[in-house]
């Protein structure tokens, strides 16, 4: 459960840049399609705003994976607006 | 955080009112110096009773409430002096200045009754009242708010690091405990918020999988199958997941008994030989033990051999000697006596002729047995006349209790006795002997046991024998457990593998066997979320790797002044994270292999870099907190502590030290570079053997300046 605020910028900095690196670790590997996939507005990065809000705000467990998926279906809905 | 005052009235040996007994304490290196038992513990004691209201009992080793150690509180002095029916008072006052300039007044008083009988009943509990300055006075703060404003002072988390005596310092930082430090981070970090990431988006890729997969289901052409295959993958992702937390178990079991195994490993030859030794030294022992059993009872004879041997007569030869000569002269003496006797004796029975014919016959002047003349002053008138003689001589028989028997048996005796007395002196000799020869071999067995002794690795200080076998049995069992995780962690990477590969079959034969309509969104949230694990788990990572290397980075600048002044130092700390997350703390040279054989005080001066890094993470604590402690030093050669008193004086914004160093002033030379706030020494009326109970006990202390 998250129990304690934390800053989201902080939450959301250490996210991403985990993500960055691990990203160049592994940049050879990924396909176009994944690329796209997790660009800026991509869901990929929608979700782990959402995380990074649950966090700051304090959000229990379930309130959190819900922004999350709400994140995901808002980014897939522009993709396929997109299309 | 600066602990301005500490001010004390009649709180255990400091009887007195609050001028007396007043200590102001500034930024730096506060110390309090006093002799061991002069009372200086006590003022740490004070700093703890009133935030806390405990005391540590260093006899038991543990804290104790008011309610259990009650008017002992109270100076002996002050309760002596109290008048029966009257009240007397502990009370200890601290002030304390935040780094916001509020400053807190915390006082704590304990109250108990003299009773007629001159015992004293107290309070279960005592009073805490805590104020607050406002500009000109003081206002006192309701109860409700204790809690916060002391956990303002010293915050509960923090608190064991902040406070602590010499004696703790092994326990509050213990190395061979792998979470020790793990938990400090903790301490130290939102860490925890990152595990709750890491559940979340668990939960939340095992949702979306799953919805996902039933989305497939309900769009399949081949329902059945689809459902079979369903619940196949949820049973099959069950136990991926079961497998992988049993490896992740393992994991940690392994890296624990590996540890383990390796702290034993430098002690393992060691343990071998002094296994080979004890033995032998066993039989030694056993040998002495039986020889000295021997050598106990032949001298616990020697005063049974005075009487039963009569070896006592050894020392009677004069007076033998001198029954022996009067025996002879006796028994001479009787025989010639019998010899004068027998020439006297005549024919005739001493009763014939019977005295009064005798005496007719000496009066008539004539013998009546021959006839025969016998005038007074003639011969013969004298030999009747002896016959009456020869009557009286028979009266005086010698022998009639003769006596000479029972002498001469006692002189047979001393005859045998005499002859005995050879026997007796070769008997104590031969026993002599016996005794030294068994000296002699309990003194060579000895001698044998001290030089296996002398072999034992680790030196005949570390006489407990069996530590060798229980070293080899602990490194054995820590060997076999981690050959058992290892073989389990093995059997988890294979199962995981076959069920990895299980799962991502009968995925795609579920997306093989599915129909158009599955929503993009839960296929792309299924990857995201799977994809979002990973980072959380990264994140972790990353920052727990921060932590360390900030607190790694910290402790060595602690360290480097701790050590500056010491040659005997060498390498640095380094915090080694291992893969279930938890960090082990060793001391490696430049070239990073780890250092082995650190003395005492060498790993006591990490544990303090190590506390202390954690006290003064600044980024991190809003306030630069106080360190108070009591003996710090206690367990560190000179030369150590030295470096610790200046890493304090250089990295703590105020410290406050309860020591015995500095003593005088030559020692207090050492501290003329450093950082230094108020000083104060400590000095009690009666040495610390004769403090108990003293009802004249009366502990000053003297500001000195450096």
Not at chain 2, 242 to 261: H, I, P, W
Request: contains cysteine; proline residues 2%; hydrophobic residues 35%.
């Amino acid at each position: 459960m998250i129990s304690k605020k934390i800053d989201r910028k902080e939450v959301l900095a250490v996210l991403l840049d985990a993500e960055i690196s691990r990203r160049e670790l592994s940049s050879n590997n990924l396909s176009s399609d994944a690329i796209q996939f997790s660009s800026k507005d991509g869901p990929f990065f929608q979700a782990l705003k959402g995380l990074a809000i649950a966090m700051s705000e304090g959000d229990g467990e379930r309130a959190a994976r819900k922004r999350v998926n709400q994140k995901i279906e808002d980014s897939v809905k522009g993709m396929s607006d997109d299309c | 955080m600066i602990v301005e005052g500490l001010q004390l009235k009649n709180f255990q040996c400091y009887a007195g009112e609050i001028e007396e007994n007043t200590f102001r304490f500034t930024r730096g290196l506060n110390l309090i110096i006093g002799e061991n038992g002069s009372g200086k513990s006590k003022i740490w004691d004070a700093f703890y009773w009133v935030l806390y209201d405990e005391i540590f009992q260093s006899d038991q080793r543990e804290f104790v409430r008011t309610s259990v150690y009650k008017e002992q509180l109270i100076a002996d002095k002050a309760k002596y002096e109290c008048d029966r029916g009257e009240s007397v008072d502990a009370k200890v006052i601290l002030t304390a200045r935040t780094s916001t300039n509020k400053v807190y007044k915390v006082t704590r008083v304990y109250k108990a009754t003299k009773m007629e009988d001159g015992s004293f009943v107290g309070s279960d509990r005592s009073n805490l009242i805590i104020e607050e300055k406002k500009s000109t006075r003081w206002e006192t703060l309701t109860p409700d708010r204790h809690e916060s404003i002391i956990d303002t002072i010293i915050p509960s988390h923090l608190r064991k690091y902040m406070w602590f005596q010499g004696e703790h310092i092994n326990q509050l930082m213990d190395l061979r405990d792998k979470s020790a430090l793990s938990n400090v981070i903790e301490l130290l970090s939102d860490i925890k918020t990152y595990n709750s990431l890491i559940e979340i988006t668990k939960n939340g890729s095992r949702d979306a999988t799953r919805a996902l997969q039933s989305a497939r289901r309900s769009s399949s052409q081949d329902s059945s199958k689809a459902s079979d295959l369903d619940r196949s993958l949820i049973v099959n992702n069950d136990l991926l997941a079961r497998r992988v937390t049993q490896q992740d178990k393992s994991k940690q079991e392994r890296q624990t008994a590996e540890g383990l195994r390796d702290d034993l490993l430098i002690q393992v030859d060691t343990a071998r030989e002094r296994r080979g030794l004890a033995g032998e030294l066993k039989q030694v022992e056993g040998e002495i033990s039986s020889l000295s059993r021997d050598f106990d009872l032949k001298i616990e004879a020697i005063s049974k051999n005075l009487i039963t041997r009569q070896w006592v007569l050894m020392h009677c030869e004069s007076s033998l000697k001198k029954f022996e000569d009067r025996y002879s002269e006796f028994d001479r003496r009787c025989h010639d006596y019998k010899k004068s006797f027998d020439n006297d004796v005549s024919p005739l029975p001493v009763d014939i002729p019977r005295p009064v014919d005798i005496r007719q016959m000496l009066s008539a002047e004539v013998c009546m047995v021959c006839g025969r003349d016998a005038k007074q002053g003639t011969s013969e008138h004298h030999h009747i006349a002896e016959l009456l003689n020869r009557i009286d001589k028979a009266k005086e028989e010698p022998f009639l209790n003769d006596t000479q028997p029972y002498l001469s048996g006692l002189y047979r005796t001393t005859l045998e006795h005499a002859i005995k007395r050879k026997e007796i002196r070769s008997d104590i000799s031969s026993e002599y002997e016996a005794i030294s020869d068994l000296r002699a071999k309990i003194d060579r067995k000895n001698q044998d046991k001290k030089s296996l002794l002398n072999q034992l690795p680790g030196g005949v200080d570390q006489q407990d024998l069996s530590s060798g076998e229980s070293i080899l049995n602990q490194f054995n069992m820590h060997d076999r457990r981690a050959q058992d995780a290892e073989r389990e962690i093995r059997e988890c990477e294979e199962a995981i593998k076959n069920l990895r590969a299980l799962i991502a079959k009968e995925g795609e034969e579920l997306a093989g066997i599915a129909g158009a309509g599955i929503p993009l969104e839960k296929i792309v949230a299924a990857e995201v979320w799977e994809k979002l694990l990973d980072v959380a788990e990264d994140a972790r990572r990353r920052v727990f790797q921060g932590i360390v290397d900030d607190l790694e980075l910290r402790a060595n600048e602690i360290f480097s002044d701790m050590t500056a002044r010491t040659n005997s130092i060498t390498g640095r700390l380094r915090l080694e994270v291992t893969a279930a997350n938890t960090c082990i703390p060793k001391i490696v040279d430049s070239a990073g292999n780890t250092l082995a054989g650190s003395n005492d005080s060498n790993i006591i001066l990490i544990k303090l870099a190590l506390i202390m890094a954690v006290l003064t993470a600044k980024q991190k604590w809003s306030e630069n907190y106080a360190l108070i402690a009591d003996a710090p030093t206690s367990k560190m050669a000179e030369n150590y502590s030295d470096g610790f008193y200046a890493a304090l004086s250089a990295n703590f914004e105020q410290s406050i030290v309860v020591t015995y160093d500095f003593l005088d002033d030559e020692g207090r030379q050492r501290l003329k570079d450093l950082h230094i706030g108020e000083v104060y020494l400590i000095k009690s009326s009666h040495g610390s053997e004769e403090r108990e109970s003293r009802h004249d006990l009366k502990v000053t202390r003297e500001r000195v300046t450096l």
